[in-house]
């Protein structure tokens, strides 16, 4: 039963995702931005500075904040041409690539264990000094992956058609990710035979220790 509940949330937040995307992709083409629509695409950013809020201030400040930030975005879209209203949706593109180039390069500091290091040590146990580097090497090429996506969303919304633009960061965004966990994968199952792992042997086990860390405490 508690199975089924996390894959139904999970399949329930991966097609809110996904909608969200094309959604996006579907105001950004189809030609002058509404402020209601303004607000919707933009109304993650709300909910999330919303929900920062309640956690140290309770609900009622969080629900002024999320509504004050809807209210001066659909302000602002009132005022604002579509071409200066577009910008805006490539935020939450932006935002999130940044968060993740960080997440994954700031392990890469001298004396610091690398992202996807401390993740395999935590499904394998010791890990075979090759196998350490090769893990860095995957960290790095994950910062680089985000990197790369901020480059060429920036380069695109300067250079190319809107379209090819919204594209790129609406549509692309989540193919090219899971493009990206299928290469490495397929390498290092070639590279590493014995090393049989992926990104779902990772989620099972913390999923694993969270709930053995709840049962220790239910005792």
Known sequence: ????GKLVAGIAVATGFLGYQFFMHNV????????????????????????AIKVEKGWGRALLVAASLELAVFVAASYLSLEHAVFTFGLPHLAGNL??????????????????????????????????????????????????QI??????Y?????????????LLNVPMIILMFIVEYIYRVLRFREHKS??????????????????????
């Open 198 to 219: 992926s990104i779902f042997s990772a989620v099972h086990f913390f999923g694993r220790d969270e709930g053995e860390s709840k049962s220790d405490k239910a005792q």
């Open 28 to 51: 950004v083409t189809a030609g002058p931005v509404t402020p209601v629509e303004a607000a919707l695409v933009l109304s993650p950013f709300a909910i999330a500075a919303g929900w």
């Open 99 to 148: 968060f993740m180039a960080w997440f994954f390069a700031r392990t890469l500091k001298s004396g610091h264990e690398a992202l996807i290091t401390t993740i395999a040590r935590r499904v394998h146990g010791t890990l075979k000094p090759e196998i350490e580097r090769y893990t860095r090497t995957v960290t790095l090429a994950w910062s680089l992956f985000f990197a790369m």
């Open 151 to 156: 480059a060429v969303s920036m380069t695109l």
């Open 1 to 4: 039963m508690q199975v089924s």
């Open 158 to 170: 300067a250079f190319a058609p809107l379209e090819v633009w919204s594209t790129y960061i609406n």
